[in-house]
């Protein structure tokens, strides 16, 4: 500020203060020199006292009290000059709060400048009462101020001042803004085109509408409309787009204040606000730019809000979840912490249970957060029955995983039962009482907390269960409160005999017997009521009511034997919570017997063998149950190739002459691998059982009645044929290379020359995170490779590219193997998956002409740059389909060279880096007779090229899924049995060996 | 709505206060205090929002400065700290590449130009351009108002 010194120099003053002290000192003084100055106020010119009114401003910033010179602040209000009446005006605004007396003065100065013609002052005295404004300005301002928001005269920067005055003024005294005479005026407001009145008059509406939405109704459909024209960006001036986004506070306001209205009737409107909701929901994507990625989040949120309120359609609220599933698994820490907020608004029906289990993964910190408790809480009372077990059971992990303290857990699973006792199941309270056991600060705390409960009226069987256990072993602890005596916890616990069922029963019988045991001194009124109640039961028809009920009755006859027979529970041994245990079994048979599911969908004739090796870690041993297996196994996979009728004709002869080409255990991995099917899921009921046992029996319980029983091996099986997979990425550049439940590994490829990039997309398909991904690249010896860094993690529901280099060396049809494995869960989840980028991906597709070809034909001559060989057991393929295939894997097919009709002649070129690009020729010369063999003939300048391309082609064209060596990378290529060719001599009644003799 | 705005320095010194709802001297000191002491020691990697209190304060850092706005729970959060970064841009714009120097100095252009931004609580103008456009024309006014104060036919018709 350019003249005001004295201003400047004393902020230097200021930061040049070593300490607080000498800040003070210098605030005193210049506070004194102020006082001095305003005393003999005569002389002070409006520019002095300008000066100390920042001055004060800037001390009262500092924190310092400065209870003197309000007067002079407000006086400024009526100065005739703007640049006083300006300090006058912000000073005021920010010293003052709407309470202070000196405020009330300025009340009329202000209304003249308010109604005043002077724009400039208007808007300074609507900033002041918008910004300070008390119930008085509100009585006698509210009409002038609403004048000037609807008046055609009032040029924009006075009428949104105007608007967030009267919503100052409004929530100061509600009753200025009558909703009978106003709505018309308000929704006139909402056609403004100016989005600066329109942003403020927003405003406004939200306001009003949240005191009370009736009457308001006209703005409802302007509302959709200002949001569509935003959304669409219609009409949205430059300025008002925010990292181009149509302003972003406006449309958060305008979907703010459809919230308040309870519901759109006119479905039109309904529409078109789903419309642009849709739009939304679906246009928004995490971006780089924080303040876009803020922005239209917070678009983003307010429509997700909109929707919950709405009660969208099924569909829209899953696309919610979806979303929100997605922020939380974001690293950006604000949309992270949205999504959980915004959490316990979307949890509908079953969708939550999904939400959840993202939750329990990942949000561990979060959940000490009252907010989400409470609404977990709130939603078990209203959430539907079936879910509510599930649901129910999460809480209780999640209340153990992450509470801060003991005391806690015990508080919110009681509250559990007491809120939803019918879906918690039992493994639940015995957790409860297995952490109560072995901490022992936590028994009298238990105790009386269980003995708070069973003073209500109506309690749940399993607090019942629950309290009666924890109060037979330490209700003695309480010995000494009101209303904990041995006899009062026995009547209070046997009032409620009455009400429960019979597997409750022996479990009071059991309490029943501790307290007498504890009861010191004995108390022979109780042994006498307990001992009635021993006797009732001892002709019960339950045997394990009337065992308990004689076994007690003697055992307490004995005095001191009961004391050994009924001790203290022991401590339970720790372990793995036993609800974790419980879910994850339960998730596991989810997942079995979807496979079984799908196992059953597959071709009838698709081999299914059951493999009880896992397939995780190294590959198993192959194990075939007989030879039968073996072909069975072709002919299905055969099957996905050829139509069925093809198989069947398909002479059996010839596919155990090509089997016996193949090393046969390998060939076996390939077919058990993908067909294998888990075994029968593994029988729940069995498990559910020893809990129904140990329901009635609570001083047997102990550490196994809660742990489940044993570890079960997770197995995760593919979705799909892996070979089937490959070979088709073989022949094109993108498509799926592997899929299980949880994660499915796309592929898309470039080629170029000699060089290759393929780009895996690992893409998680569950809503817990896919931890320990590892992929590790077993390259052949003649590929180059180089594997982008592939994350630890998965996020739920992402996608994670990881792109691969490739680089041929040399011609080879030896295969790269993806060593891929990641963890879900706990399980270790591993796939060796062989790699599209095979020799063919290296071939450029070359269409030569006869002038072209015949020459280089000729050329080549013989051994080693041209082999030939007599193919058996070839796929059964017309001429056009067999151009096709050789098309496919890029060695193209020159029409009409040939001049029988029977053969094809093609060409191509191959890259690597050792040779320079090689013309590649080959030649098929069929027999229409017999469509499974035919004559193989390739050339080319380089004698392995040659070699492997024939052998390559050979492999296209029998039906063998090829490179099945690749599953063992180990083994040599040369040294491969499938390397050596039948080599038959060449016939020389062979039609074709003559004919190729000519060529 | 925002019920205060608060700038605060690295070293918990205050450099703009704007109160929207009613707090006393005293009370304000106190928030300032309390809340300044929660948001300078957050962690930088945790997100914008502190639960405070019932309310919701959120902050962003620039620089040395921490700007922090207190909103209602069921607020839009992320509305608020664009609405933070909306002003920053502003001051930017203004200062040219802005500094916690010019704040300090020019503390009243900070106040000038957030009471163009705000009012009650609530935004009121989101062009950028506009709010430059309004803030200039108070500056001419006021070099206008000096001009005249300095011309000596003023300072006669003071004198007389």
């Not at chain 1, 509406?205 to 024209?229: H, M, T, W």
């Not at chain 1, 995760?716 to 990425?729: D, S, Y």
């Not at chain 1, 003649?782 to 982008?788: D, G, I, R």
Request: charged content about 25%; overall charge neutral.
């Amino acid at each position: 500020m350019s003249g005001m010194r004295g201003l400047s120099v004393f902020i230097s003053d200021i930061r040049n203060c070593q300490n607080k002290e000498a800040e003070r000192l210098r605030v005193d003084k210049e506070l004194g020199n102020i006082r001095t100055c305003f005393k003999n106020d005569k002389g002070l010119t409006p520019y002095k006292k300008k000066k100390y009114v920042w001055k004060m401003l800037y001390i009262h910033m500092l924190g310092y009290d400065v209870d003197f010179g309000h007067m002079e602040a407000v006086s400024l209000i009526s100065a005739p000059k703007y640049p006083e009446k300006q300090v006058g005006y912000i000073v005021t605004s920010c010293l003052l709060n709407e309470n202070h007396d000196f405020l009330r003065l300025a009340i009329n100065a202000v209304r003249n400048d308010i109604i005043g013609r002077n724009e400039t002052y208007q808007c300074l005295a609507l900033t002041l009462v918008g910004n300070i404004g008390g119930r008085e300005f509100a009585e006698s301002l509210a009409p002038d101020v609403q004048k000037l928001l609807i008046s055609s005269s009032c040029r924009p920067l006075v009428r949104k001042k105007a608007a967030l005055c009267l919503l100052r003024l409004f929530r100061k005294n509600p009753d200025v803004v009558n909703a009978d005479g106003w709505a018309d005026r308000m929704a006139q407001l909402l056609d403004e085109r100016d989005l600066g009145v329109l942003t403020s008059s927003m405003s406004l509406l939200v306001s009003l509408v949240s005191n009370d939405y009736e009457g308001y109704s006209s703005c409802l459909p302007k509302c959709v409309k200002i949001l569509e024209r935003l959304a669409r960006n219609q009409d949205v001036p430059q300025e008002y787009t925010y990292y181009g986004i149509p302003s972003p506070w406006l449309q958060v306001k305008t979907m703010r204040a459809l919230q308040y209205f309870p519901t759109i009737e006119d479905p039109s409107t309904r529409r078109s606000l789903f419309e642009v909701l849709q739009r939304i929901l679906m246009g928004t994507d995490v971006v780089k730019n924080v303040n876009k990625n803020n922005a239209s989040h917070a678009v983003l949120f307010e429509a997700l809000s909109l929707v919950m309120h709405l009660n969208a359609e099924k569909e829209m609220m899953s696309q919610c979840v979806a979303l929100l599933g997605k922020f939380i698994s974001v690293r950006e820490p604000n949309i992270r912490y949205l999504g959980l907020d915004c959490l316990p608004a979307v949890f509908v029906g079953e969708l939550l249970i999904c939400f959840m289990e993202c939750v329990m993964c990942q949000m561990q910190r979060m959940f000490n957060r009252s907010s989400i408790r409470k609404n977990i809480m709130q939603y078990l009372s209203t959430a539907e029955f079936s879910m509510r077990e599930e649901l129910s059971l999460k809480a209780a992990i999640l209340a153990e995983k992450f509470a801060p303290d003991l005391s806690w857990y015990v508080d919110v699973i009681l509250q559990l039962i007491d809120n939803a006792g019918d879906f918690v199941s039992d493994d639940i309270w015995f957790r409860v009482v297995q952490f109560v056991t072995n901490n022992e600060d936590l028994q009298p705390y238990a105790a009386s907390k269980v003995r708070e409960y069973m003073d209500k009226i109506a309690i749940h069987e399993t607090m019942v269960k629950v309290s009666a256990y924890i109060l037979g072993e330490y209700g003695h602890l309480l010995a000494r409160r009101p209303g904990c005596s041995a006899r009062e916890l026995f009547g209070i616990l046997h009032e409620k005999l009455p009400t429960v069922s019979s597997p409750t029963i022996p479990l009071l019988l059991s309490t029943y017997a501790k307290l007498l045991m504890h009861a010191q001194p004995p108390d022979i009124e109780l042994q006498k009521q307990i001992w009635n109640v021993f006797k009732k039961y001892e002709s019960s028809i339950d045997v394990e009511i009337q065992q308990r009920a004689v076994e007690y009755f003697e055992l307490s006859k004995k005095g001191a034997a009961l004391m050994d027979v009924l001790a203290e529970m022991p401590k339970f041994p720790e372990r793995q919570s036993s609800l974790i245990k419980k879910v994850e079994d339960v998730e596991d048979t989810a997942d079995q017997s979807a496979i079984k599911l799908r196992a059953q969908q597959l071709p009838s004739n698709a081999l299914v063998l059951a493999d009880p090796q896992p397939v995780n870690g190294t590959p198993p041993p192959l194990k075939v149950p007989s030879i039968s297996g073996i072909k069975v196994g072709i002919s299905s996979n055969w099957l996905d190739h050829e139509s069925a009728s093809q198989t069947q004709s398909q002479p059996n002869g010839d596919l155990s002459k090509v089997q016996s080409q193949i090393p046969s255990a390998d060939l076996l991995g390939e077919m058990v691998d993908p067909l294998a099917i888990e075994a029968p899921p593994v029988d729940m009921g069995s498990h559910q059982r020893v809990y129904r046992e140990e329901d009635g029996i609570p001083d047997e319980v102990d550490g196994t009645a809660i742990v489940p029983i044993g570890d079960q091996a997770n197995k995760v099986e593919p979705i799909g044929n892996i070979t089937e997979r490959f070979n088709a990425l073989c022949l094109k550049d993108s498509g799926v290379l592997y899929e299980d439940p949880y994660i499915q590994i796309g592929v898309k490829a470039e080629w170029r020359g000699h060089h290759g990039r393929l780009v895996l997309f690992l893409g998680n398909k569950v809503t817990s995170p896919l931890t320990s991904v590892q992929a590790l690249i077993l390259p052949p010896a003649h590929l180059k490779l180089e594997l982008s860094l592939v994350p630890d993690t998965i996020p739920p529901r992402a996608q994670v590219q990881c792109p691969l280099e490739v680089m041929n060396i040399r011609p080879s049809r030896d295969v790269a193997v993806l060593d891929f494995s990641y963890k879900f869960g706990t399980s270790m989840v591993s796939a060796k998956l062989r790699l599209p980028a095979v020799l063919n991906k290296f071939l450029q597709p070359l269409q030569l002409t006869s002038e072209e070809f015949f020459p280089q034909w000729r050329s080549l001559s013989g051994p080693p740059l041209k082999l030939q060989e007599v193919v058996r057991g070839v796929r059964p393929l017309s001429l056009s389909e067999m151009e096709n295939l050789f098309n496919s894997f890029r060695v193209t097919i020159c029409p009409g060279l040939d001049p029988n009709p029977n053969n094809l002649v093609a060409s191509t070129t191959f890259y690597s880096e050792n040779t320079r690009p090689m013309l590649c020729l080959a030649r098929i010369e069929t027999d229409p007779a017999d469509r499974t063999q035919l004559r193989l003939t390739v050339a080319s300048g380089d004698s392995t090229l040659t070699f492997e391309l024939k052998e390559f082609i050979k492999e296209q064209l029998i039906a063998i899924p090829m490179g099945s060596r690749a599953l063992v990378p180990a083994v040599p290529v040369p040294a491969a049995p499938l390397a050596q060719p039948p080599s038959p001599a060449v016939d020389a009644n062979d039609p074709g060996a003559m004919l190729a003799g000519l060529l | 709505m925002i019920h205060f705005v608060l700038l605060v320095s690295r070293q918990g010194k205050v450099r703009l206060t704007k109160w929207y709802s009613p707090y006393t001297q005293k009370e304000r000191s106190k928030v300032i205090r309390e809340l300044s002491g929660v948001i300078l020691n957050r962690g930088p990697k945790l997100c914008n929002f502190v639960e405070w209190r019932g309310y919701k304060v959120v902050y962003k850092r620039y620089a040395s400065l921490y700007f922090c706005m207190c909103i209602d729970a069921e607020d839009n959060e992320l509305e608020v700290l664009e609405i933070i970064h909306h002003y920053v841009e502003i001051l930017d714009r203004y200062f040219g590449s802005v500094c916690e120097l010019d704040l300090i100095f020019h503390f009243h252009k900070a106040y000038y130009i957030l009471d163009e931004l705000l009012i009650a609580g609530e935004l009121q103008e989101s062009s950028k351009k506009t709010v430059a456009r309004i803030i200039s024309a108070q500056d001419q006014m006021v070099e206008a108002a000096k001009e005249e104060a300095g011309s000596i036919s003023y300072i006669i018709a003071q004198t007389t």
